[in-house]
Each structure stands twice: as C-alpha cells, then as structure tokens.
C-alpha cells in the first residue's frame, strides 16, 4: 500500500513537470490532453486529486459539465471579463492573462441578442444587420465607442488593466529614451536640455501610446487579418469587421472564438524581444474539464479545440485534463495508455513520441477508487525565482537608467552637469567633480589656497579657470591634461604669490570644467554668466586654451555677461570673432595669434629651417590640415589661412581626419617632391606623422610643426622619433625670468607622474594671465580706494585697466613682457615671442631663432 501511494504521489509530480515551463532559451514544448477516466466518477474525483496541488498557483479554471451550456457561454466563463482563466494567481507576482482578441469577438457576438425594439419596424432589415446595411455600420460604430468606453472608465478592474498596460510599457520606452538621450550626448554635440527632453519624449510618448494601443485593443486586432477564420480584410475598420462577425455562421464564430482565446493565451507565453510578464510566468494553464456527452459545451470545446490546432499547426500553453467514465474524448485518436499511478511513465513514453501533435495524441489515465489521502506540495522556488528574476530585469531597466538619469542631472551637484559622461560646470567640489586623476592633484592645491582665505574675509576677487578638467572613458585625451596641468600650476603659483603679498584683497581660483574638447564649454559659460549676475566679486576667466566653435560660443556667452577673458594658448584669429566678424571687446590673448605664426614660419621656410640645404620654394612645401570630423575645430584651418595669406603660392592643402589619411597624405607629398611637411594638426596625429614621414619620405624632408605639438615634446628627456622643428609660444628653455621660480616650485610640488609632463608653455602663459589680473585689481584700488568688499564692479574694473595695461611700460610676465594696447578690440598681449625649435634623438631640443610680434609687424632674427 505504502508503494502504491508512492506511485500516486509521483503522478502529481509527473502533472507538475507537464505545468512547469521550461528554462528561457527553451522552447516551449506542446502539451498533452489528458483524460482521467473511471467509471461512477472515479475519473472526476481522480482529475480532482490530481490538479488540487496547483490550483491556486497557475491560471486555471474547473468546469463541470452541464447540458444546457453552449460554447460560446464556456469560453465567457473562462476568458471573458471577468473569466476564471484571467483571475489574478496569489503568489505569482505576475498580471493575470489578458484576452482582448477573445473578449472582441465576443462582444460581436453578443451583438445577435442586442436587437433594438424598433429595428423590424423602421429599417426593414433582417438582425443582426447587413454588412451593407449604412444604418448597422453607423449602429456598430456607436456600440464599439461604447464598449471601449465602457472597458476604459471606471475604477476597479479597468483601472487595474490599464495600470497593467502602462506597466508593461514603461520598461521598454523608459529605457530606449534614456538610450536616445545619452546617444544624442555621446554621438552629437548636443548641448543642454535638448537631448534629455527629446529622450523624456520618446519615453513618455512610447510609454502612453504603446498603453493605449493595447487597452484599446489596436496592437492585438491586427491578428485577426493573418488568422484562417472569418478573415479581417485588408484596410476593413474594426466595428466594420465586428458587423461581419455577428453575421458569420455559428459554426465559423465558434473556431474563431476558440482560435482567439488560444491567441490570447500564446501571447500571455510569448518571449516577446521586450520586458514582458511572459517571461515570468513558470507555469501553463491548467483547465479540468468534465466530459458532458456527445453535443454539450465542454466536449464540442474539445472537437473545435482539436480542428483549431490541427488546422493552424499551433500548440497551445493550455494543459486540458478531461475527467470522463471512458476515453471516449479522444475517439480513439492515437494515444498513450496508463493508469493514475503510472502516469510518470505514461508522460515519460508521450515525450518520447515523435512529430507531437497535440492534442491528436493525447494521454489516457485510468483511475481507480484507492487515492492517498497523503497532501502534496508543488515545487514552487523555481517557478517564483523565474518571475523574480522577471522583475529584477524590469527593475533594472528602470531603476538603473532613471538613476543613471538622476545622477546625470543631479549626481554631479549644483552648477554641475553629466554631459559625455563627465560632470562639467562649476565647482570646486572634486568628489563631485571626478577630475581625471592627472590633474586632481594641481586642483588641490589651489584649494588648498583657496582655503587659507579666512571664511569670513570679504575682500575676495574670484578668477574662473575654464578648462578640461576630465576626460571621456571612450576616447582619448591626446595632449590636453598636459597644458591644463601648466595652467593649473602657472594660476597657483601667481594666485599663492598674490595671497601672501597682499595682505587685503585675496584671489580665490574656482574650476570650471568644460570636458574633453571643449565639447561642454558653452554650458559651462552659462553657469559662469549666472554666477557672475549675483558676485560682484568676480573679476575674470583664464583658459579656454582650444580654438574649437564651443570656445567661440563660451566667449560669446562670457561677453553677454561683461566678463574679461584671458586666453592661454588658443591662437587662431577667428577665435574672438565672435560678433558679426568683429572681435569680442572682452577677449584678451595671451599668446601670438595664427596670423603671426604664419608669418614667422613663411620667414624661416625663405631662409632655410636649420638642418636642411637652404631657402626652399614654396612649391615644395606641403602643408597638412587636420579637419575634425564634427567641423568644430578651427585651428588647423585658420592656421593654413595665415600660411596662405603670406604664401599665395602654396601648393594645395591636404586635409586629413583620420591616422589613415594622413598616412595617405604624408605618402602623396613626399611622392611629389615635397621638402618640408608643414603640419598644422592636433599632438593626436602626430605619431603617426612622425612614423610615415620616417618610412617613405627622403631623409631630407623636413619637418615643420605649428605651437600646437608643444605640450607634446617640450617635456620629453629623449626625443624618440626622427627630427622635427615646432614652433613654440614661449622660450621652453630654463632662461631665469620674472614667475620662473615660482612656476617651477608649484611644479615641484605635484606628483612626480603630473610634474613630468607638464607644459610650462602654458605654465607661463597662465601666469601671466593672473598676472595680468592682478594688476588690473590693483590699479582698480588705486582708483577707487576703501571700498568694502561686495561693492566694487571687480569685473568691470578689471577689464577697464586690462585695456592699455602697461602700455608704456610692460608687465615683465613669465612669458616675458607684455602689454595690452588701449582702445583696440583686437586684444592680444604684445610684444610676443615665437620661437623656433627643433627636436631629435641626437641633440634633442634645441632653439633656432625667434620673431618678434609687436603692433607694428613681425620682426624675426
């Protein structure tokens, strides 16, 4: 007896392996019609013994026979609103199946008994109407708005489904509009709000229109234009369809409404390519019905449920058990035998069958009338750790991409901002900040200056270093953190010189980060601007290094706001020309511009670069121009204007964006008979310059390079490629000047790492743009003295004494002495310096000649 109850015990167990869906990258598998059979009820109480364990844990339904039901009552009963088979399952954490294909159909049937009183009387037309009928398609019309209506109102279970829908959605369109805007951040240069409003819309609009479609129905009807039974015709509106429905013969609606309700039920266990309970759900449904005789409900279900699948070819996530005194539901289809107790090798022998059809092969157990009273429990941890994995899927997808999200928008912190995956902006906050860590170290020690100024001091004057203080994780910096770290050494030295020699006013240097490229620089003078509308305090911006359209539209933005800006390195003459052509009045420049340059090199190439045989034609000079594929750097391209300018027969440029073309382009002008490459590109390129030049230019070829490869070679111990000359901003030698010492203890004190490659072009520049500052701050004090702290226009004061500073007699800078001519637009330091040096593993860096730049022309020696 003991072994006996065993065996009954494993019949459920085989019942549960039958429920129990397979892993994800399965395939569902066809299940089986099972009738349990036994005289006087045995097979209903056996069928009752077997399925009790799981009703409440899977979609499931009982329906007992009854005489007097038609087919179209059972399938009410079962998927209409309301229906057992789309009852919430306790303990499932899944939304219940939804039938909307199921409940259309059978509201077009129900149509037939919703005759209008006067409709014989006034219409003369048979009922349900003809499909022709002008007066039935408008009342079909009317009845579909209704019916919608009716499901989409209300509280209860239609708010319920709708909630569901939004559900459903939300974990798809949220995402992809986060996806959309991070795109637009990384791929374009799409600056500020816009990309996250377009990807809030394309969450917020999928979400809701994807929601309404399926409340509405929209997303599912399509079905019923590629099924087999009273087919929807192409372009046929919907009410047009449900008109023709309710006219269709008995026999067609009944496999049709069958046919849905199966649809519905594939779609609840479709793995749909989006997040979707069907994913989650561990279990089919399970439906226990008593065989009723020859013309009742339940056993035509079984006839028009075997014609359906036999015609369409389709399984079906349903497991039917039929309860009966004989087999006779399967008529003596092909089956496989057994009784309850043997049931597991019954299923064992129906897996193995081939080419499964179900249900023309279905399973027949006879039962008995000695069941086990013994309880038994399903094995539910696997079927809830598939919908808890569901959910954790779905939570991630939108917990992570909103945090994401609200890390980008808040995460960085106030006047921050995640754009290119840095936080750009203003702060001197580094935790928030993220700088690269190269360049962490020089911030802290401005901080660090920053912070000796007692809180409560009220004489304080704020200078804005505007620079990339981080860089993208998907691209590489080239030589950029190498000139910040001089700008960032050159400002402490000053600002720490400063500080300690006044005793009253005190300079604080804030950061603003403006990421790699300048890509955020515009964002970044914004916060600036308002910054500057509430601090009176503020006096200036140094840096802006790059001459890139980002740099143009910051000075733009700085000079709305009456900002005087100092720029380090950036040399191109287009640069401050930023209103209708005409140089920003608030723009001051620190090195010599491109134009120079141009000239400078134009000078040398006429009497020979040192290394070479003499005087070179301008024939023979090939110049390289960098192109950025976003055509938002300008210094190439400036630059080569200036070369044109003063050699009208310059043979023509030769563009490159990509280490490819430039090898292609370095191969082309030595297979001309080029003697001198003139390259006016980024330090990014220049490996691959200094590589092709080796392998197939003649050793005579020359090399010549704009200020731009500076930061690249300055600070190297051994040059390791082939000769080059460069021209430089400043003397790179160690001649002692004015700031020298000062810039080369602020170096000093950086990590070893950082210290090697700093520039101190930039260095020196930097320091003199405070330098500058400083001494504008002062004149304004002299000018206007006693004033309290918080009174003074700093910025205004600071720009009115920049304008002609030292005209007569010019600050000695660690750049050498400079000044800026009063009343001109055009502001940039004179006089200036360009520098001619040549770099090569045999003798390293070595000075060849210098120009002088002053108001009048270019003087060079």
């Not at 500080?499 to 980060?513: I, K, L, Y």
Request: charged share 25%; proline share 7%; net charge positive.
């Amino acid at each position: 007896m003991a072994d006996f109850g065993r065996k009954q015990h494993r019949s459920r167990e085989a019942l549960e392996r039958l429920l129990r869906r397979p892993a994800f990258w399965r395939k569902d598998p066809p299940l089986p019609v099972v009738v349990v059979a036994g005289p006087d009820g045995a097979g209903t109480e056996a069928a009752r013994w077997l399925t009790e364990p799981f009703e409440e844990h899977l979609p499931f339904a009982r329906v007992p026979a009854s005489g007097d039901r038609t087919l179209r009552q059972l399938i009410e009963m079962l998927a209409d609103e309301g229906g057992r088979l789309g009852e919430p399952v306790s303990g499932s954490f899944l939304p219940a199946p939804r039938f909307p294909l199921v409940q259309f159909v059978l509201w077009a049937l129900a149509q037939r008994d919703r005759r209008p009183s006067d409709w014989g009387d006034t219409n003369g037309e048979p009922w349900p109407p003809d499909p022709r009928s002008g007066a039935g398609r408008k009342m079909f019309k009317d009845r579909l708005k209704e019916w919608r209506w009716d499901q989409a109102q209300g509280t209860g279970k239609a708010v319920l489904r709708s909630a569901d829908f939004f559900a459903r959605a939300a974990p798809t369109w949220v995402p992809a509009g986060i996806v959309i805007a991070l795109g637009a951040g990384w791929i374009t240069d799409v600056v500020g709000l816009v990309q996250w409003i377009a990807g809030a819309a394309v969450a917020v609009i999928g979400t809701v229109g994807q929601a309404w479609l399926s409340i509405r129905g929209s997303i599912f009807n399509r079905w019923f234009k590629r099924q087999p039974y009273i087919t929807r015709r192409p372009f046929e509106k919907l009410w047009a369809y449900g008109l023709r429905l309710a006219q269709a013969p008995e026999e067609d609606a009944e496999r049709l409404l069958v046919h849905a309700m199966f649809e519905d039920l594939r779609q609840a266990y479709r793995k749909w390519p989006i997040p979707w309970p069907s994913w989650g759900r561990g279990l089919y449904c399970l439906l226990v019905l008593e065989a009723g005789g020859p013309g009742s409900a339940n056993d035509r279900f079984l006839d028009v449920m075997k014609d359906v699948i036999n015609e369409t070819g389709r399984f079906v996530p349903l497991m039917v058990i039929v309860s009966a005194d004989q087999a006779d539901p399967l008529e003596r289809r092909p089956v496989v035998q057994g009784s309850v107790e043997s049931s597991e090798d019954v299923t064992a022998k129906w897996r193995r069958q081939r080419d499964l059809r179900v249900p023309s092969l279905g399973m027949v157990l006879r039962a008995t009338d000695d069941l086990p009273t013994a309880s038994y429990r399903p094995r539910l941890m696997p079927v809830r750790a598939r919908a808890w994995i569901y959910w954790a899927v779905v939570f991630s997808l939108m917990v992570a991409p909103l945090a994401y999200v609200r890390a980008a928008a808040l995460g960085c912190g106030a006047g921050l901002r995640e754009e290119f995956g840095q936080c750009v902006g203003l702060s001197d906050d580094l935790s928030r900040l993220r700088p690269d860590p190269l360049v962490r170290p020089a911030l802290e020690k401005i901080r660090e200056e920053n912070s000796r100024i007692p809180e409560d001091h009220e004489r304080i004057v704020t200078v804005f270093f505007m620079g990339p203080l981080t860089t993208n994780p998907r691209t590489k910096a080239g030589d950029q953190l190498n000139g910040v770290l001089g700008e960032l050494a050159g400002l402490h030295a000053r600002q720490r010189q400063y500080n300690r020699q006044s005793g009253d006013w005190q300079v604080r240097v804030e950061f603003v980060n403006v990421g790699q490229d300048f890509r955020s620089a515009s964002y970044a003078a914004e916060v600036v601007e308002e910054r500057a509308e509430n601090d009176r305090g503020v006096a200036a911006v140094i840096g802006l290094a790059w001459s890139r359209r980002e740099t143009q539209e910051a000075i733009r933005i700085l000079g709305r706001a009456q900002l005087p800006i100092l720029s380090t390195t950036n040399s191109a003459d287009g640069t401050p020309r930023v209103n209708g052509g005409r140089s920003s009045p608030y723009f001051f420049r620190m090195a010599a511009p491109n134009s120079a340059q141009a000239k400078a090199i134009r000078w040398w190439i006429s009497r020979g670069l040192p290394g070479g045989t003499g005087p070179v034609p301008v024939a023979k000079v090939a110049t390289l121009e960098q192109r950025s594929p976003d055509g938002k750097d300008i210094y190439s391209a400036d630059l080569i204007q200036g070369l044109r300018a003063e050699m009208p027969d310059l043979p023509a440029t030769l563009p490159f964006s990509t280490r490819t073309e430039l090898s292609s382009q370095v191969d082309a002008a030595c297979r001309s008979g080029a003697r001198i490459l003139v390259y006016t590109g980024r330090t990014t390129f220049l490996g691959t310059l200094l590589d092709d030049g080796e392998k197939v230019c003649d050793p005579s070829t020359q090399i010549l390079a704009g200020d731009e490869v500076t930061v690249a070679v300055a600070e190297l111990s051994r040059w390791p490629g082939p000769r080059m000359n460069f021209v430089s901003l400043t003397d790179i030698s160690s001649r002692v000047v004015p700031g020298n010492a000062a810039i080369d203890e602020a170096i000093g004190e950086l990590p070893e790492a950082a210290a090697s490659v700093t520039s101190r072009v930039h260095a020196r520049l930097a320091y003199d743009a405070l330098l500058a500052v400083t001494y504008a701050l002062d004149e304004l004090l002299r000018q206007q003295p006693g004033h309290p702290g918080g009174t003074l226009d700093v910025a205004a004061g600071v720009h009115y004494n920049l304008r002609g500073l030292r005209a007569g007699s010019p600050l000695s800078g660690a750049s050498g002495a400079f000044s800026f001519e009063p009343g001109a637009t055009d502001h940039t330091a004179t006089p200036r310096s360009l520098w001619l040096f040549s770099v090569s593993q045999a003798e390293g860096i070595r000075s060849h000649g210098r120009c002088t730049v002053t108001s009048a022309g270019v003087a060079c020696r």
